[in-house]
């Protein structure tokens, strides 16, 4: 009788622990239902999506250790995987982004990416998951608006929605993400200001929102966002002046504002600066380039071209430590090119279509 017992407990803590070391049965309900909403029909990565334990070798998800909860999913259409290398082919999938995702209550990170054809929106309830950091949509079709509630995702590092069709405003939420790192919404048709408080995102390293249709002025509190090292708001319809501050950003190495309305004055700040690559081409900006070129002015590339600009070029470029790429071209810009470095290894495509430039690479003056 004591062996029977002894046989009997041995069996139930066995079933036990091969439980407790699977994935709870709501969290695969929640991963088949979100599969039901897509078609992937040429590389079968959802062939592996058997068995009652999607915490083991289902294809692009992964769960915590300790709790067995779905932690990670990460379907990238763009893959290096040997799925992707056997058939000689990049991913195409159709299909939405199924609400059951929201059931996934220990989700820390989302990647649904490359896959060219899911649409259908966001999720609101996306905002309900507590411990996500991570939600990268990239390269789908998906439309409509940015969860007006995506502060509440108080954890989040990367929100990246790019090449998509969403549209609306940025919400204002936002920018109550402290811990947001990346945050890239660029080609999709997003509307309206970026919102005025948007340096409220101290920990922001990249923040890139060009192709869009955003409109409005530069929030002078971007300045603020101390970590800032990339700001790409190009492509847009961003009126009014450029602000000075954002000159003295401690890591701000690129800065590209091309192809909106700004209009005023370079900032001379901007010149002096840690900027290496400062795209300003396509604006309406005038005045004279401040001639505050010195050490610290270093440029793989300077793009002021399309503007008003008048009057000559700085000779104080001369005194830059280096310039990569410089055009000029399309301006006003009257008088000599100065010689010497970086200008005589220009060609004449950065000084063409102004009004009375002269000098070498150009006819003589």
């Known amino acids: 009788m004591g062996s029977v017992v002894l046989f009997l407990t041995l069996t139930l803590l066995a079933v036990s622990s091969s439980t407790v070391k699977s994935c709870p049965p709501s969290d695969r309900a929640a991963l088949l239902a979100f599969k039901a909403a897509l078609h992937e029909p040429y590389l079968g990565i959802f062939n592996s999506w058997t068995g009652s334990d999607c915490c083991h070798n289902w294809y692009g998800v992964s769960c915590d250790p300790e709790t067995h909860r779905v932690a990670d999913i990460n379907l990238r259409g763009e893959s290096e995987d040997p799925i992707f290398q056997r058939a000689h082919r990049t991913g195409h999938m159709t299909g939405y982004i199924s609400p059951a995702i929201c059931k996934l209550t220990r989700l820390s990170s989302f990647t649904v990416a490359d896959w060219k054809g899911i649409s259908g929106e966001i999720p609101d309830c996306i905002t309900s998951l507590p411990f996500l950091r991570i939600l990268d949509l990239i390269g789908n079709k998906i439309s409509g608006d940015i969860p007006a509630d995506i502060g509440r995702l108080t954890r989040l590092t990367v929100l990246n929605v790019a090449d998509n069709l969403i549209s609306g405003k940025i919400p204002p939420s936002l920018t109550n993400i402290s811990s947001l790192m990346h945050l890239d919404l660029r080609n999709n048709k997003l509307w309206g200001e970026i919102p005025r408080n948007f340096g409220q995102l101290r920990m922001l390293s990249r923040a890139l929102l060009s192709r869009n249709q955003l409109s409005g002025q530069i929030p002078s509190s971007i300045s603020k966002i101390y970590r800032l090292a990339d700001l790409d ?6 009126s009014g002046p450029i602000p000075e501050s954002l000159g003295r950003m401690s890591v701000l190495g690129n800065l590209n504002l091309d192809g909106n309305k700004i209009s005023g004055t370079i900032p001379a700040s901007l010149l002096n600066s840690r900027i290496s690559n400062l795209n300003l081409s396509k604006n309406a900006i005038q005045g004279q380039i ?76």
């Open 290 to 365: 401040p001639d505050v070129f010195g050490p610290r002015s270093y440029f793989t590339a300077l793009d002021l071209a399309y503007n008003n600009l008048k009057g000559p070029i700085p000779k104080s470029m001369m005194s830059a430590s280096y310039v990569g790429h410089l055009d000029l071209s399309h301006n006003h810009l009257c008088g000599p090119i100065p010689a010497g470095s970086p200008f005589n290894h220009l060609e004449a495509s950065s000084f063409v279509y102004n009004d009375c430039l002269c000098g070498k690479p150009l006819k003589a003056c």
């Open 233 to 238: 708001l190009s492509l847009n319809s961003i």
